[in-house]
């Protein structure tokens, strides 16, 4: 059989499962994220053994360091992996529940009421606990999922999808509904896109390329998780220690990861006070500064930012530094080069902190706070399947309620229209 028919085929067995998932109770999808767990931390040796074969070879081939620290699994990250299902198995179960009811003259009453959305197709890159989450958070919310990972960790989200499979024989949940494309043939990326009749939606994790080339390929509706050009602005009204702090962990905490700085933006009155300390501090870190021309007149020794730096997500221990004359150019710079992710403001001023709370058109918007708790573990929502950068039916950590949508429920006692 070709790999199209196979997907096609596995296509229609995951949407024939999905259809069985709506009629799952939430106490057999809460033993199966649990059984789903104990089988991740039960297997530790054996993922990490599969691992090892996707970073041997990332590593001869000299990948980025922030693509093999995504890459990596350890006793902690399998640990947080098998955490992070016990605390979905937790969380409120979303489907059926009420959003709004009301009653017509004529003696309809009609509910408005969450439901799964079917078959969501996932494609991402370099993180093998995207595997575990995704599931997780697909299989509570009564959807079945088909995922397609990048070929760099194909042996670690085989092994992951495996030992997860395997539990699931204990339950209820039809094992149909968890499905995984495992061919490194990026052919099979364009095979699922078409299959608009059995897959309901598609959302990408990864890189902007990849992005760029599900969005234009896709015949199935597409919520991009797009990159993450983050920013923090220092106004001349911050605490400055308070801004040194969110500025260095946003930037060095983890910086391979779509919520951290890429751009630090301060106000001219402070700059020459703020970044001699705050890049001192950065280049203690081993972070290499791209600065504006203000910039580097304050610091010298910077390498001249350009203007494809202010657009660029880096993952990397990189910074583009600009001066800015006051809130509005701050404002006015994250929305022309910003990526609608994570952007912040440090300052203590309560009027200036609500214009830029208005006024960022971001998906999360901060006072005073890290960009790097753009999170669905952080928001309290357990595990997210992405940071949603649209503005439609998600925005923002997408999880539990992101992936249901609704339908109307018309109960009557035999009424006809005239």
Avoid at 174 to 195: E, G, M, Y
Avoid at 321 to 346: M, P, Q
Avoid at 356 to 362: G, I, M, N
Avoid at 384 to 413: D, N
Wanted: positive net charge; aromatic residues 6%.
């Amino acid at each position: 059989m070709s790999l199209e028919k196979k997907i096609i085929s596995m296509a229609r067995l995951t949407q024939a499962a999905s259809r069985k998932m709506a009629l799952v109770s939430t106490n057999e999808k809460n033993k199966a994220l649990r059984l789903m767990a104990k089988a991740i931390l039960k297997n530790q040796k054996f993922l990490v053994k599969e691992n090892q074969r996707d970073l041997d070879v990332v590593i001869k081939k000299n990948y980025p360091k922030a693509l093999v620290d995504r890459l990596t699994l350890n006793e902690k990250r399998i640990k947080a992996m098998a955490d992070c299902l016990l605390d979905t198995a937790k969380l409120k179960d979303p489907v059926n529940e009420m959003i709004a009811t009301f009653r017509r003259p004529n003696g309809l009453k009609i509910s408005k009421v969450r439901t799964p959305i079917g078959v969501v197709g996932i494609i991402y890159e370099s993180r093998p606990n995207v595997t575990s989450d995704c599931i997780g958070l697909c299989l509570k919310s009564g959807n079945a999922v088909i995922l397609k990972g990048g070929k760099e960790a194909v042996h670690s989200n085989k092994a992951i999808f495996d030992v997860i499979k395997k539990s699931l024989k204990k339950t209820k949940v039809p094992l149909n509904a968890v499905q995984l494309i495992s061919s490194t043939d990026r052919a099979s990326v364009n095979f699922l896109l078409k299959l608009d009749e059995y897959v309901d939606v598609i959302v990408p994790r990864g890189g902007e390329s990849l992005i760029k080339f599900v969005t234009q390929n896709s015949c199935i509706p597409v919520i991009k998780h797009y990159k993450g050009v983050c920013h923090t602005y220092v106004s001349n009204s911050a605490n400055l220690r308070m801004a040194r702090n969110i500025c260095f962990n946003a930037k060095v905490q983890r910086p391979g990861v779509c919520n951290a700085m890429e751009t630090m933006l301060v106000h001219q009155n402070i700059a020459k006070i703020f970044l001699p300390t705050m890049i001192s501090n950065f280049d203690k870190a081993g972070v290499e500064i791209r600065g504006c021309v203000r910039t580097r007149e304050i610091v010298s020794g910077i390498k001249k930012a350009t203007k494809k730096d202010w657009p660029e997500e880096y993952l990397d221990l990189i910074l583009s530094v600009k001066v800015v004359g006051n809130l509005f150019e701050a404002i006015e710079h994250i929305n022309i080069y910003g990526s609608k992710h994570s952007d912040t403001i440090v300052t203590k001023n309560k009027k200036e902190a609500d214009e830029f709370l208005r006024a960022v058109d971001s998906s999360c918007v901060y006072v005073n706070a890290s960009t790097r708790f753009t999170d669905g573990y952080e928001f309290g929502f357990g595990a997210e399947v992405g940071i949603s950068t649209g503005k439609l039916h998600a925005r923002g950590p997408m999880a539990l309620p992101e992936l249901t949508t609704y339908k109307y429920t018309i109960l009557g006692k035999g009424q006809i229209r005239k």
